[in-house]
Nanobody, 117 residues
Framework: QVQLVESGGGLAQPGGSLRLSCKASRFSIGLPGRLMSWYRQAPGKERELVARINSTTGNTDYADSVRGRFTISRDVPKNTVYLQMISLKPEDTAVYYC????????WGQGTQVTVSS
């Protein structure tokens, strides 16, 4: 079955940076029509879209709250999507989830990001 495995979460200080990775198995991110996204969910809040990338065209889209600080990218040969996060803020604290859309919708298990001094 399709697997999305996130890694790279952890504790960062405000102003710091982290890079999340999402390795896909049995789902080729480079095929036409594939959309890879990062979502996050903070305690007591709904899951929200952070960033997404069209794996074929490379076109990207970001939530207003992260634009200019986060960068989504993909490595098609490695079948991996990344989320580079800089200038982290305490409000970025959440569980971050990788999402893959093709014919179906797939989710990773999530990775915790905590921004605190």
């Amino acid at each position: 079955q399709v697997q999305l495995v996130e890694s790279g979460g952890g504790l960062a200080q405000p102003g710091g940076s982290l890079r999340l990775s999402c390795k896909a198995s049995r789902f080729s991110i480079g095929l036409p029509g594939r959309l890879m996204s990062w979502y996050r969910q903070a305690p007591g809040k709904e899951r929200e879209l952070v960033a997404r990338i069209n794996s074929t065209t490379g076109n990207t889209d970001y939530a207003d709250s992260v634009r200019g600080r986060f960068t989504i990218s993909r490595d098609v040969p490695k079948n991996t999507v990344y989320l580079q996060m800089i200038s982290l803020k305490p409000e970025d604290t959440a569980v971050y989830y990788c999402n893959a859309k093709g014919m179906n919708d797939y989710w990773g298990q999530g990775t915790q990001v905590t921004v605190s001094s």
